[in-house]
């Protein structure tokens, strides 16, 4: 019999093709927001305020969706997080360009905050699942299907930033935003129909004052993510784009496609991390936690020497495009290895009853880290363009790299 705390295949297959078809929507959307405000002349800096909101809201949302989750079940965390993406879609079209640029601002800001709050009530209800069909005596299996999960939506995040770029040039602002709506109203409408269940629901009751109270693992694995991500967004979400357009004078299809590329590539390594980590190692090493963790280790300092390396050419101006794309690249390969790891861990050192609260606090500091970055991303890059940027990737990866050196490589009990 199916309990609570466990879930078919074929349900989870349902939310996990609904979390794609809304990580489809969430790149295109930053992307349409990002190209079409910079057209109209905002700064980098008022570029970045625009998705401030976006990252401020997942913190609370991952902690406060995660006690949610646990105490009515993933279910009506996936139909809310659907419904507020189409709220918020459909909200920006009201944007107007007779609008002062202070109330312009403010009113992206708010919606961009509906849309995290989506996202994370999304992406935690679809993360949590995994454990929720995997048995706990299945460890290696975890982690293939985690990495599985995470580097697809990476992947379909990559095509929405190029099909937002596409809709923003062939419909238009408005258009392209009610085609997106439109197409999470059929991918609510199927959930609504065939995800049944309170999957996920938590047998014992947490008191919202126990949501901070985690074990020494899960608090040490959180920090290190938060400034993993800190690391990628510094440059990412508005330094990387704005340069592209500017300096190197690419037209909105190249930049669109250069990041969905990135994203792309990123998700698809994601997915065969457990493969590129290597066979072999397991068996030496034992366990796939044990594996994992000494893993993680390594592949953060890698990511640490390799953002000094970008740092310092593209510092010099050394063959700037090739330097900086290709170093880009490969960032992106360490990068997306030592997120798969990481999503990997948070499931490993948690217990199926705790999933959605523990999944949702560590999501929570991946949410402080895109935010640190956000906020990070527009100033710098106006204080010291893509080099200060890609120095301050550099001290954040080392901050992430300390924190990991105490994972424990046993689950506490």
């Known amino acids: 019999m199916q309990t609570s705390n466990s879930m078919s295949k074929s349900t989870y297959a349902i939310v996990t093709l609904a979390y794609w078809a809304f990580m489809l929507t969430d790149g295109a959307l930053r992307m349409i927001v990002l190209l079409h405000f910079h057209e ?3 700064s980098p800096v008022q570029l970045a305020f625009l998705f401030l909101l976006y990252e401020c809201a997942g913190i609370a949302t991952n902690l406060i969706g ?134 996920g629901r938590s047998q014992k009751k947490t008191k919202f004052s126990q949501l901070f109270s985690k074990s020494s693992a899960i608090n040490r694995l959180s920090f290190a993510r938060a400034f993993l991500f800190a690391s ?8 990387l784009p704005i340069f592209l357009h500017d300096v190197l004078a690419w037209d909105f299809w190249r930049v669109g496609g250069f990041m969905a590329f990135w994203v792309i590539g990123y998700g698809i390594v994601q997915a065969f991390a457990p493969k590129l980590i290597g066979k072999r190692k397991q068996d030496k090493l034992g366990t796939t936690l044990e594996l994992a963790v000494r893993s993680a ?38 990068f997306a290895i030592n997120s798969s790891l990481h999503s990997y861990l948070i499931l490993a050192y948690t217990d199926t009853d705790d999933v959605s609260l523990n999944v949702g606090f560590y999501y929570m500091a991946n949410a402080c880290g895109r935010l640190l970055g956000t906020l990070l991303s527009g100033t710098v890059y106006l204080l010291g363009g893509l080099p200060a940027c890609l120095w301050t990737a550099a001290a954040l990866t080392l ?5 990991s050196l105490r994972l424990p490589s046993t689950i506490e009990t």
């Not at 640490?304 to 390969?333: M, W």
């Open 40 to 42: 109209l002349g905002y």
């Open 66 to 199: 995660g006690w949610i989750g646990s105490h009515y079940g993933l279910r009506r965390t996936l139909y809310i997080g659907l419904a507020l993406q189409i709220i918020a879609l459909s909200s920006l079209t009201l944007v107007n360009d007779s609008w002062a640029i202070s109330l312009t601002v403010a009113f992206v800001m708010a919606v961009q905050a509906l849309a995290g709050i989506a996202k994370d009530l999304t992406k935690m209800s679809s993360k949590s699942a995994v454990k929720l069909v995997i048995t706990e005596d299945s460890e290696g299996k975890l982690f293939k299907w985690v990495a599985a999960l995470t580097g697809s939506k990476n992947a379909l995040k990559g095509v929405g930033f190029f099909l937002g770029s596409l809709l923003l040039v062939v419909c238009g602002f408005n258009g392209a935003l009610y085609l997106l709506a439109g197409m999470l109203v059929l991918v609510l409408v199927t959930c609504l129909f065939f995800v049944t269940g309170t999957f």
């Open 232 to 239: 990628r967004d510094v440059w990412f979400v508005v330094g």
């Open 297 to 334: 280790k390594f592949w953060i300092f890698a990511l640490c020497a390799l953002c000094v390396a970008i740092a310092i050419s593209v510092s010099c101006g050394f063959y700037l495009s090739v330097t900086l794309l290709g170093g880009l690249c490969v960032f992106g390969f360490v």
């Open 399 to 403: 901050i992430a790299a300390i924190s």
